[in-house]
């Protein structure tokens, strides 16, 4: 979107755990940034869904990756 969110930002945000699933499958990066720095484990993280959070962490998410607020 204009603000730079992926369909894994989009997904990891709205816990929809099969499709975050389905779209690493298919090669989405797991550490993707929005252009507030934001990734889809931080947006995960900031919405309460935690088995998407384990999901992205089992891919390989950068679990000490900091956005523009740190």
Do not use: Y
């Not at 945000?13 to 990066?29: I, T």
């Not at 995960?44 to 950068?62: F, K, P, Q, Y």
Request: net charge positive; proline share 1%; aromatic share 4%.
């Amino acid at each position: 979107d204009e603000e730079g969110n992926t369909a894994l930002q989009f997904a990891s945000a709205s816990g929809h755990e099969n499709l975050v699933r389905f779209l690493l499958r298919k090669g989405a990066s797991v550490d993707s940034r929005n252009n507030c720095g934001w990734t889809p484990l931080m947006q995960a993280a900031r919405s309460g869904h935690l088995t998407v959070a384990h999901i992205l962490l089992e891919n390989g998410a950068d679990k000490n990756g900091r956005n523009r607020l740190g």
